[in-house]
């Protein structure tokens, strides 16, 4: 065990590697830069080409990444060009509390509605209630984040006004359980866009392999031997059935921060990915590069510890 994530954890490097020669190599064919984000026409051209050359942007495109990435690896990247003074280190730390919230609550949500629905989807097949749960599985997958966000801000915040439509707290004095409950009734409504398609996938996945595994031969050896089924769905059929749901659990770690960017905009959440979104804005590349190394960082570790927990869930699986 232990040699097999030494070698996965060896394959990381070069992928991080590449990932940073790719989003490096998009960022500079964008065009502009930082600086020419800056409309005052009293600034002369020679006093930004000075701006420029300073910050490194003059430099050979290998000598701007050999830079970076020398800084990277040390935990260094860089100032913010838009939050003068600031390192992006900084900046990120103040956004990733509040994306972290949201991604938790979202997969809590997720695993408390999606598990349940398909194993009783799964046990009492073609019934009304299956039928209705893979209606909302269809719905899930096909609704864009996006539009389903702008729908629910409609009818729940701006209609009803049960819930805010933006924000992650009401004040910055709150304290305690108030600042608890606060925060959550801010979660409510975006983390229920962010889960939605999850939601969906895991209940769709969960169905099917609780049905493939009731269908074995040794379901039925279980049964003919007078194994309750309250035994035989715990003992036997969830332990087989967990495989894909653990592998779609480590995807889940960074597809949630990924896809947390368009939901964190549309309910203009302060996490890092509205901080992504305006750093794009603006050009400020030192935080867009340290939020794709996090995001495809977090993507790799999810996948190791989808591997890990194969191993523990399912005895059969060995890495030797």
Request: cysteine-free; hydrophobic content about 50%.
């Amino acid at each position: 065990m232990y040699k097999y994530i030494i070698r996965r954890i060896l394959i990381f490097i070069p992928m991080l590697f590449a990932l940073t020669i790719i989003v490096f190599a998009l960022l500079k064919a964008a065009p502009g830069d930082p600086f020419s984000q800056i409309l005052d026409p009293d600034i002369e051209a020679g006093v930004l080409d000075e701006q420029r050359a300073a910050a490194g942007f003059n430099d050979p495109i290998h000598v701007q990444y050999i830079n970076w990435l020398t800084s990277a690896v040390k935990g260094d990247f860089g100032d913010s060009f838009r939050y003068k003074g600031r390192e992006v280190t900084e900046v990120i730390m103040d956004r990733i509390p509040n994306t972290v919230y949201l991604g938790l609550f979202s997969l809590l949500i997720t695993i408390i509605v999606a598990i349940p629905i398909g194993i009783y989807s799964a046990r009492h097949p073609y019934s009304l209630f299956d039928y209705a749960a893979t209606g909302f599985g269809f719905f899930g997958l096909a609704v864009p984040n996006f539009f389903f966000g702008l729908v629910i801000i409609y009818l729940f915040a701006i209609q009803l006004g049960w819930f805010p439509s933006q924000g992650s707290i009401s004040s910055t004095s709150l304290t305690g359980m108030e600042l608890f409950t606060d925060r959550i009734h801010h979660l409510i409504l975006p983390g229920l866009t962010l889960g939605l398609a999850s939601t969906a996938s895991y209940m769709r996945y969960m169905r099917s392999e609780v049905l493939n595994v009731l269908s074995s031969d040794y379901i039925r050896t279980a049964r003919a031997k007078g194994m309750s089924e309250r035994n035989i769905l715990y003992k036997h059929t969830l332990r087989n059935a967990m495989i894909p749901i653990i592998t779609l659990f480590g995807f889940e770690i960074g597809s949630l921060l990924a896809g947390a960017i368009i939901t964190e905009g549309v309910f203009n959440y302060p996490g890092l990915g509205t901080l992504f979104l305006s750093s794009i804005g603006n050009r400020d590349y030192p935080v867009i590069m340290a939020i794709a190394f996090l995001l495809g960082l977090f993507i790799l570790v999810g996948n190791l510890i989808a591997d890990i927990l194969y191993s523990i869930v399912d005895p059969r699986i060995r890495y030797d």
